[in-house]
């Protein structure tokens, strides 16, 4: 069955980077638009970021544009999100979600991986 | 970006109650909606999609209505397990958005 298994959370400094890493199987990953999600404390769902299949068009939300990088490694059945210049307001569980492959809807979840940014 | 509002943000129900959730869009959407149940600790299920379109395996008291700017989620009889916040989100055009949540409590 479609498993999305996220990594790399943790506490950093505002200001500072860290790369989240999501772990796919179960299903050919490089068919897949893929997309990253998250849930500040107290507030709701945001979307992030998108990737097309083979990587060549992505998409981010004005929130994250020019601080957040998708990529993806299709021989690694691997989706990254690297962050960088890193603010509170990033502080959420960020999730990796998986698209239908005809609409944006996100049909798999992964479990989420906290990221807190804090001095 | 198109703006997703839900309401209430609160609803205090019964067990067996018959329950409706709104979401409105800024601009039309056509029928590019999905509904989902947020469980803390755990990730979020995706229940309606297309606007009314059941996804599989979600319990037939979950119903989804509307087009255009207005949607709806109904449950017809809430069970115990339906005790969650719920999210709207729409897919008609990047930046895709969510609707700021609806939480239903036990009254």
């Known amino acids: 069955q479609v498993q999305l298994v996220e990594s790399g959370g943790g506490v950093v400094q505002p200001g500072r980077s860290l790369r989240l890493s999501c772990a796919a199987s179960?299903?050919?990953?490089?068919?897949?638009?893929m997309h990253w999600v998250r849930h500040p404390p107290g507030k709701g769902l945001e979307w992030v970021a998108a990737i097309s299949f083979d990587g060549t068009d992505k998409y981010y939300a004005d929130s994250v544009k020019g601080r957040f990088t998708i990529s993806r490694d299709n021989s690694k059945n691997t989706l990254y999100l690297q962050m960088n210049s890193l603010r509170a307001e990033d502080t959420a569980i960020y999730y990796c979600?998986?698209?239908?492959?005809?609409?944006?809807?996100?049909?798999?979840w992964g479990q989420g991986t906290l990221v807190t940014v804090s001095s | 970006d198109i703006q997703m509002t839900q309401s209430p943000s609160t609803l205090s129900a019964s067990v067996g109650d018959r329950v409706t959730i709104t979401c409105r869009a800024s601009e039309s959407i056509s029928t590019w909606l999905a509904w989902y149940q947020y469980k803390p600790g755990k990730a979020p299920k995706v229940l309606i999609y297309k606007a009314s379109s059941l996804e599989s395996g979600v319990p037939s008291r979950f119903s989804g209505s509307g087009s255009g700017t207005e949607f709806t989620l109904t449950i017809s009889s809430l069970q115990p397990d339906d005790f969650a916040t719920y999210f709207c989100q729409q897919y008609n055009s990047y930046a895709l958005t969510f609707g700021g949540g609806t939480k239903v409590e036990i009254k």
């Open positions: 179960g299903f050919t990953f490089s068919s897949y638009t």
């Open positions: 979600t998986r698209e239908t492959g005809a609409t944006e809807y996100f049909q798999y």
